[in-house]
Nanobody, 124 residues
Framework: QVQLVESGGGLVQPGGSLRLSCAVS????????IAWFRQAQGQERKMFAV???????NYAYSVNGRFTISRDNAKNTGHLQMNSLKPEDTAVYYC??????????????????WGQGTQVTVSS
């Protein structure tokens, strides 16, 4: 059974930084794409960053240039470095993984395995 455990959320002032981590266990880590979704209150869950099994990355316009997604295959962990945070980045953040042979997807319904979610609040 694949399990994902997230860490690193919290409260930060506008302009600040946070680093989220997603530890994956239960299967071959480098056979999965890793995606980050976020869900603000009253809104749908949306993907904003993904890193493929071979390290290619893609970002939503809203975070491009501020967020960096990475993976450490030796430690079975994905990371999300978030800089220049804005109040509109406030949301619950989720990591999810998808088998690489299934291809790339931006839809939450296509991801079977999820982290528990971590709250990120950007406020002064």
């Amino acid at each position: 059974q694949v399990q994902l455990v997230e860490s690193g959320g919290g409260l930060v002032q506008p302009g600040g930084s946070l680093r989220l981590s997603c530890a994956v266990s239960g299967d071959t880590f480098n056979s999965y794409h890793i995606a980050w979704f976020r869900q603000a209150q009253g809104q749908e869950r949306k993907m904003f960053a993904v890193i493929t099994s071979i390290g290619s990355t893609n970002y939503a316009y809203s975070v491009n240039g501020r967020f960096t997604i990475s993976r450490d295959n030796a430690k079975n962990t994905g990371h999300l470095q978030m800089n220049s945070l804005k109040p509109e980045d406030t949301a619950v953040y989720y990591c999810a993984v998808r088998r690489s042979y299934l291809g790339y997807s931006g839809r939450s319904s296509d991801y079977k395995y999820w982290g528990q979610g971590t709250q990120v609040t950007v406020s002064s």
